[in-house]
């Protein structure tokens, strides 16, 4: 999506989101408000976004401790133009809120946004700026902080630290990368990887899931046995679709309690964002498997691009989270699995392509969901997740469009996840467009390092699945 120089006039429907990298000078005024009472004075404005791969949006933030009913209560620019936030519109405390104003108005490369109270005459916040975002103005520190340019992280906590940026140390493990599977078994698209044990699950975005087995090399293959020798179709509940599936995990009770897939749209209407966590058994022997159950987050999270949203998923045991100090961001407390009665005993993560934010959910066996954690992974794209239960660490994965960076997060004193290291890629491997990427058990260390293993999703040289090491 291009700007003009100057305002744009108003549009429609979502474009990609793609993130350019952050700068680090601010162009902004923050406009002090006349003082509020009550909950107006917790809510304040909090992300701007005026150009780029994004609609023009407004994000808004709690810094209080209740939640606060938005309703009715309208967003301007410099010229007047208003946005009224939908009825039934809430911010819990200590989260974000972000609005596509693009159907409503243009923001220009000079221009203001101003948050009113429903009676659209009590000005509660204001930002002016005299440059476009690139790609985003955001507050740091969330909430009370002054405003400045930095990556895009609607619906999360603003990467003040620089979003992507910053220094990196070498990799982990051994330089050296090989192929680990046979010529031309997958074709393009392979993305999402889990291994579990003596099993590596792959998802391929063609609407496609996998099941490998070890080929006696190093490498992997697809199973021959109950169907897999092609991989399996996957549908949505009821049988329909063609779900665009980018991530895969499973939970501590292994794949004979489910697949589960995380995917951004139906294949069948690619043009339309479907932000989903599927759940498969996939026990039988049939080709097709239709989703036994089905978490759609599309109203939950930012709007993105139909082809830019859920690329990667990974489960984290609670027993993990509440040792660490987990807080849960829905309530402003410890997190405590017994409030969300029957689930997986864990939380689902999962990572958005468009904007390099992370989303923690539990997803409750009745099919209802609670967004626990959102916060920034300090890259411009997230593309694969995994937690490596030995190291008690979540790993946070880009593609191409960051060089291949990897970023390991642990849960902080804070009780949020934090950044605890940020690795270039293995020297011996070039710039692939790895968007998926699974770590060996401890049970694999030998001297002292383990398998790790990436999905290409171009194929290069005929080959989507690559090899290497990480330390123990």
Request: with cysteine; charged share 20%; proline share 4%.
């Amino acid at each position: 999506m291009t700007a003009s120089p100057a305002r744009r006039s108003p549009r429609r429907g979502l474009a990609r989101l793609l993130v350019a990298g952050p700068l680090l000078l601010a162009a902004g005024t923050l406009t002090a408000a006349p003082a509020q009472a009550g909950p107006a004075d917790d809510v304040r404005l909090n992300e701007v976004v005026t150009t780029g791969s994004v609609d023009d949006s407004i994000e808004l933030y709690n810094k209080g401790a209740a939640s606060v009913d938005v309703s009715g209560w309208v967003l301007k620019d410099d010229d007047g133009h208003a946005y009224k936030i939908p009825s039934g519109t809430a911010i819990a405390p200590h989260a974000a809120r972000a609005f596509d104003v693009a159907g409503s108005y243009g923001l220009g490369s000079a221009d203001k946004a101003r948050l009113y109270l429903a009676d659209g005459k009590t000005l509660v916040d204001s930002f002016s700026w005299s440059q476009h975002s690139a790609p985003s103005w955001s507050r740091c520190a969330d909430g009370t902080g002054a405003f400045t340019q930095a990556a895009l992280t609607l619906g999360a906590v603003n990467a003040c630290g620089g979003g992507g940026g910053g220094s990196t140390s070498p990799w982990p493990g051994g330089s050296s990368v090989a192929t680990a599977d046979a010529a031309n078994v997958f074709g393009t698209d392979l993305s999402g990887l889990q291994q579990e044990g003596g099993v590596l699950w792959g998802a391929q975005n063609s609407g496609k899931l996998w099941r490998l087995v070890r080929d006696g090399s190093g490498g992997w293959k697809p199973d021959a046995a109950n169907g897999w020798s092609k991989g399996k179709s996957l549908r949505y509940p009821g049988g329909s679709g063609s779900p665009d599936a980018e991530g895969v995990t499973v939970t501590g009770s292994g794949s004979a309690a489910g697949v589960y897939a995380a995917t951004e749209r139906d294949g069948d209407k690619s043009g339309t964002s479907r932000l989903s966590v599927l759940k498969y058994d996939v026990s039988g022997t049939g080709g097709t498997l239709t989703a036994a159950k089905e978490w759609n987050l599309t109203g939950d999270l930012p709007a993105t691009g139909a082809n830019t949203g859920l690329e990667a998923i990974t489960w984290v045991p609670d027993a993990s989270l509440t040792a660490a100090g987990f807080k849960d961001a829905a309530t402003g407390a410890a997190y405590d699995p017994a409030r969300y009665g029957a689930h997986s005993g864990g939380v689902f993560f999962v990572g958005v392509e468009g904007t390099g934010a992370v989303h923690g959910y539990v997803l409750q066996d009745s099919g209802a969901f609670t967004r626990v954690a959102s916060f920034a992974s300090g890259m411009t794209g997230v593309m694969e997740l995994q937690w490596e239960p030995q190291a008690g660490r979540l790993w946070a994965v880009c593609d191409d469009t960051c060089h291949g960076q990897h970023r390991t997060l642990k849960v902080d004193a804070s009780g949020a996840f934090a950044t605890t290291a940020v690795y270039d890629r293995p020297t011996g491997m070039p710039d692939y467009n790895n968007e998926g990427f699974t770590l060996s058990g401890a049970d694999e260390c030998v001297s002292g390092t383990k398998p790790v293993y990436w999905s290409d999703d171009a194929d290069d040289g005929g080959h989507a699945l690559r090899r290497g090491t990480v330390s123990c």
